[in-house]
């Protein structure tokens, strides 16, 4: 411990004068006087187990964002690429399978026979009645 | 001549049977200090852990400029205010506009002088440190409550001996007549 002498106060400012020195003696006496705190009988073992935690790198390197954001790095990267290039993808099968299934006319007015053609039961004089009504109807169409 | 040196040495060797006993001989300072100094405001055990887990980790780079007492003193000083400061941050952020942060917290129980006398006179004391401003707090702290001579106190502080000497003269001055009541018990 440094010895500096100054063991009993010696304010250089202001000067004192005696009250003033009572009265400082007095504060320092009664602060001074405060019992020391009770420690918790586990505050060492909770100081060791912090500087162990540490030293092997324990949760509490986890909880260093800093450290685990930077190796996600490459993976937030990937997901914001993903995440650009999907919709595009995306919308544009929507936009294909919504023109395919969309019917043309022509597609239309071929239903009856296209039906009939896989009906088992259907016989070969009622599919070529069926074909040759359609044709008619188209032929009147245009 | 820093009586815990051959300690301090051991401990930066690895000792931690030697960093242990240099715990239990400043751990009731350290805690004394962190309640001070953040006026009850956080758990003092908390923040005297986070000294010891700091000097722990700086305790080789520790050149024995100063006593080991006064450089932990420092360290407390430093984490106490990095904490406030980030408390401060943290205020401004969440707290609704127009209320002021400060002050209010040392204003809780005033009404628990149910408890044992010897309490009561801690937490009239740390009312009446916790109305000073922090400079003259830390420094009438570091004498009177943790027994650091003037020098030590420059050092731990970073200011001339001078300013330590008037920094402690008015904050007994102004602690005085809150203390009175105290004063004339005794």
Redesign the interface.
Known sequence: ????G??T??????A?DSR?HD??K???E???S????E??AD??A???A??DA?ARGGWLVLADFRAWTLGLAPAAAALALVAVLWPASASRTATSSTASATPTSRQTSFAPSSQSDWQRDVTGDALLDAALRSAKTNGHAR | MDPDRALVEAAAAGNRDAFDELVRRHQAAMITLARVLTGGREDAEDVAQEVFVRAWKSLRRFRGDSTFRTWLHRIAINVVRTSQARRVKLFRLFAPAGRESGGADHERGTGEEAMDAVLARRQAIDRALAALPEDLRVAVTLRDLQGLEYAEIAAALGVPIGTVESRIFRARQRLKPLLQPLIENR
């Open positions: 411990m440094t010895d500096t100054h063991s106060p010696a304010p250089r400012q202001p004192p003033d009265d400082q007095l504060v320092a009664l602060l001074a405060l019992p020391a705190p420690v918790s505050f060492l909770r100081i060791n912090r500087i540490e």
